[in-house]
């Protein structure tokens, strides 16, 4: 199961550059499309707001 990003998100865009396959679009909260997603969590490592859950 893909992770998905809360409401908590702060847009910070710290996730983004983190992501290996691109799967995170900015927005308001930032996205994470779920087809694209490897599951590898390494966004949710580098959330400082813990939105990112798996």
């Known amino acids: ?3 998905q990003i809360t409401d908590a998100c702060s ?3 710290s996730c983004q550059p983190e992501c290996p396959v691109d799967a995170i679009s900015e927005g308001s909260p930032y996205s994470i499309d779920a087809d694209t997603c490897i599951d ?3 966004c949710a490592e ?3 707001v813990e939105a990112i859950k798996a």
């Open 1 to 3: 199961m893909a992770y």
């Open 11 to 13: 847009e910070c865009g």
């Open 40 to 42: 590898c969590g390494a």
């Open 46 to 48: 580098v959330c400082p």
